[in-house]
T-cell receptor, first 113, second 112 residues
Framework: EAGVTQFPSHSVIEKGQTVTLRCDPI?????LYWYRRVMGKEIKFLLH????????ESGMPNNRFLAERTGGTYSTLKVQPAELEDSGVYFC???????????FGPGTRLTVL | GQNIDQPTEMTATEGAIVQINCTYQ??????LFWYQQHAGEAPTFLSY????GLEEKGRFSSFLSRSKGYSYLLLKELQMKDSASYLC?????????????FGTGTRLTVIP
């Protein structure tokens, strides 16, 4: 069974540009989470989807970040416009139920210059 | 807020036993997870505790004391491939959601 996949693995953009990250969860997992790890800090929660609905987006840093999960399958996280402090590794995770373990993808390393 | 502490780095010898501690202060505690993460790879699930006590899974064991806000991950018969970061994560039940809050991770180096 395929695990959680994320695309791209790396992205280097300039400040002010737009970037869209994609996450494909494990098939059949209704719960999808986005996390972010900035340099030297812990992994931090961004938001949680249950199917196509946002269950909790309390971790989203500001309105430059927009997450979608149309159709309840894959999800995208768009950063527009990107700022220097947005650099970090963006992880996606999925789980079958909210009480089940979360399976993580390999992350997208975003560098904003 | 949530506060999770674990040592930044540890070094241990191949074949030995190492204990990685994690302390937490959270509201709405709903379980504690340990993940292993090799550089550039996805965090992979190791263990889960929601009740007090020890959970054993092969060479890995995890312990939880909810009253003390304390957990440890025990790795036995260390192998070189165990060199990785070990992440302690607390699941917190907030307004119906179950989110994970992570510590900064403990980078374990296994030496021959």
């Amino acid at each position: 069974e395929a695990g959680v996949t994320q695309f791209p693995s790396h992205s280097v953009i300039e400040k002010g540009q737009t970037v869209t990250l994609r996450c494909d969860p494990i098939s059949g997992h209704d719960n999808l989470y986005w996390y972010r790890r900035v340099m030297g800090k812990e992994i931090k929660f961004l938001l949680h989807f249950v199917k196509e609905s946002k269950q909790d987006e309390s971790g989203m840093p500001n309105n430059r970040f927009l997450a979608e999960r149309t159709g309840g399958t894959y999800s995208t996280l768009k950063v527009q416009p990107a700022e220097l402090e947005d650099s970090g590794v963006y992880f996606c995770a999925s789980s079958q139920g909210t009480n089940n373990e979360q399976f993580f993808g390999p992350g997208t390393r975003l560098t904003v210059l | 807020g949530q506060n999770i502490d674990q040592p930044t780095e540890m070094t241990a010898t191949e074949g030995a036993i190492v204990q990685i501690n994690c302390t937490y202060q959270t509201s709405g505690f709903n379980g504690l997870f340990w993940y292993q993460q090799h550089a550039g790879e996805a965090p992979t699930f190791l263990s889960y505790n929601v009740l007090d006590g020890l959970e054993e899974k092969g060479r890995f064991s995890s312990f939880l004391s909810r009253s003390k806000g304390y957990s440890y991950l025990l790795l036995k018969e260390l192998q070189m491939k165990d060199s990785a970061s070990y992440l302690c994560a607390v699941r917190v039940l907030l307004t119906g959601a179950n989110n994970l809050f992570f510590g900064t991770g403990t980078r374990l180096t296994v030496i021959p």
